[in-house]
């Protein structure tokens, strides 16, 4: 695929990163850290949402795609990579961005993992209680 012409979006979540390539006038072909798309993402579900933001558009087969995801984990990766989608999408079709809006696929997710406290165990749970 290279030597190509594409649009790349950026995406994150908690602690991933993914960079994501879209190929116009492609076949569907998705490569996942230079693996096959459901072979990165073996787990059910996770590449049908990494990939549902091609699917509300009405692009599903019409481009390939390659990404470059690190850190965090299969979860965090996920949405690191169906945001960059949506980003990739708003560069190739503007009008696009009304429809990813309302799927809430251009919001980045700012949940991450709390800092653990002082006196606790992780960041909310307290030592057992004893009396004596």
């Known amino acids: ?15 991933a990163s993914a960079r994501v390539r879209l190929y ?4 569907g072909e998705v490569i996942i850290n230079d693996k096959q798309g459901g072979e990165y993402l073996p787990r059910l579900g996770d590449l049908d949402a990494a990939l549902m933001p091609l699917r ?6 019409s481009l390939d795609m390659t990404v470059k995801v690190q850190g965090g984990g299969i979860t965090g990766q996920t949405g690191a990579i169906q945001l960059g989608v949506a980003r990739a999408i708003l560069k190739i079709d503007p009008e696009k961005r009304s429809t990813l ?11 991450a993992k709390e800092r653990k406290k002082p006196g606790l165990r992780r960041a909310r749970k307290a030592p057992t ?3 004596r």
């Open 129 to 131: 209680y004893t009396k």
């Open 101 to 111: 809006r309302q799927a809430g696929f251009l919001t980045r997710d700012p949940r």
């Open 1 to 15: 695929m290279s030597g190509r012409q594409y649009v790349e979006g950026i995406g994150r979540r908690k602690e």
């Open 56 to 61: 509300i558009c009405g692009m599903e087969g």
């Open 24 to 27: 116009p006038g492609g076949t």
